[in-house]
């Protein structure tokens, strides 16, 4: 069965800093692109980031300006998200996703994890 | 940047009754449409993609079609199940999505 645990949300102050980690298991990780995909509460889906299997292809919504970074250890089975200088707007559901090839889309999702950027 | 629009923001059909939701994009897209579900306080669920296909274990009631800048999402019979938020999303390049703002289907 495909599972995807996120964690390492929580409560924060505007200008610090926060990792969020994504535990994949039930298929071969190294194989799928994956995804960050957050929601804002009450809000609609934003789609955050993506990584390809290896790691060599890396994208961001241009909304973050450089303040986020993905990556991903496929040895570990799991997915990453260093997130900086977090604003309030940055307040959301971190859902991490699986990127199925067949469908360019994510067909897996976790349960998500809530970022809270608040003084 | 590639915009999603869907409209209505709320659609209220009665159980039983024919529900259509459209999304537009800015420019063509091609078939590269998505269309997810989702429930409160879950994580969405992947319904269409290809515009036209429906995803793995996906009720045949539920039918996209479109292409270009033009989509919608029809339940042909709507189901007690199938009150929800539903989003398109676009990936008209590898690795790079843009949803719609969603479109709430309640019951009318």
């Known amino acids: 069965e495909v599972q995807l645990v996120e964690s390492g949300g929580g409560l924060v102050k505007p200008g610090g800093s926060l990792r969020l980690s994504c535990a994949a298991s039930?298929?071969?990780?190294?194989?799928?692109?994956m995804n960050w995909v957050r929601q804002a509460p009450g809000k609609g889906l934003e789609w955050v980031s993506s990584?390809?299997?290896?790691?060599?292809?890396?994208y961001y919504a241009d909304s973050l300006k450089g303040r986020f970074t993905i990556s991903r250890d496929n040895a570990k089975n799991s997915l990453y998200l260093q997130m900086n200088s977090l604003r309030a707007e940055d307040t959301a559901v971190y859902y991490c996703?699986?990127?199925?090839?067949?469908?360019?889309?994510?067909?897996?999702w976790g349960q998500g994890t809530l970022v809270t950027v608040s003084s | 940047e590639i915009v999603m629009t869907q409209s209505p923001a709320t659609l209220s059909v009665s159980p039983g009754e024919r529900a259509t939701l459209s999304c537009r994009a800015s420019?063509?897209?091609?078939?590269?449409l998505a269309w997810y579900q989702q429930k409160p306080g879950q994580a969405p669920r992947l319904l269409i993609y290809?515009?036209?296909t429906r995803a793995t274990g996906i009720p045949a009631r539920f039918s996209g079609s479109g292409s270009g800048t033009e989509f919608t999402l029809t339940i042909s019979s709507l189901q007690s199940e199938d009150f929800a938020v539903y989003y398109c999303?676009?990936?008209?390049?590898?690795?790079?999505?843009?949803f719609g703002q969603g479109t709430k289907l309640e019951i009318k």
């Open positions: 990584i390809s299997s290896s790691g060599s292809y890396i």
């Open positions: 999303q676009q990936y008209n390049n590898w690795l790079l999505y843009t």
């Open positions: 039930g298929f071969t990780f190294s194989s799928y692109s």
């Open positions: 996703a699986r990127v199925d090839d067949s469908s360019a889309n994510p067909d897996y």
């Open positions: 420019q063509s897209v091609s078939s590269n």
């Open positions: 290809g515009a036209s």
